[in-house]
Nanobody
Framework: QVQLVESGGGLTQAGDSLRLSCAVS?????????TGWFRQAPGKEREFLAL????????YYADSVKGRFTMSRDNAKTAVDLQMNSLKPEDTAVYYC?????????????????WGQGTQVTVSP
């Protein structure tokens, strides 16, 4: 059974940092192509943030988080992390990790086959 489990969310203040982690299990990692992070704020559509190619580790970021967020792979734990710096109130959302084993670029929610349950991040002014 495929599982993606996010952790690390919480309440913080503007300017602070948080690190999210997504533990991935139950996948055939030989067929895993891309992992991604998305977020969804109340009343808004799910927004792409970052992706990481499982083989090679290449990353790609949305303009809204480029330079502030960094996605990385933790090989020892079979997990992907999202380091979030200089947080802003507009970063408040539920954050989701996702995984795909299809060869699509990975910018859209529909590109992904598996999703975590989400973790809440709240940034106060």
């Amino acid at each position: 059974q495929v599982q993606l489990v996010e952790s690390g969310g919480g309440l913080t203040q503007a300017g602070d940092s948080l690190r999210l982690s997504c533990a991935v299990s139950g996948l055939n990692f030989n067929s895993l192509i891309t992992t991604g992070w998305f977020r969804q704020a109340p009343g808004k559509e799910r927004e792409f943030l970052a992706l990481l190619r499982w083989n090679g580790g290449r990353t790609y970021y949305a303009d809204s988080v480029k330079g502030r967020f960094t996605m990385s792979r933790d090989n020892a734990k079979t997990a992907v992390d999202l380091q979030m710096n200089s947080l802003k109130p507009e970063d408040t959302a539920v954050y989701y990790c996702a995984a795909q084993n299809r060869a699509t670029f990975g910018l859209r929610s529909s590109d992904y086959d598996y999703w975590g349950q989400g973790t809440q991040v709240t940034v106060s002014p």
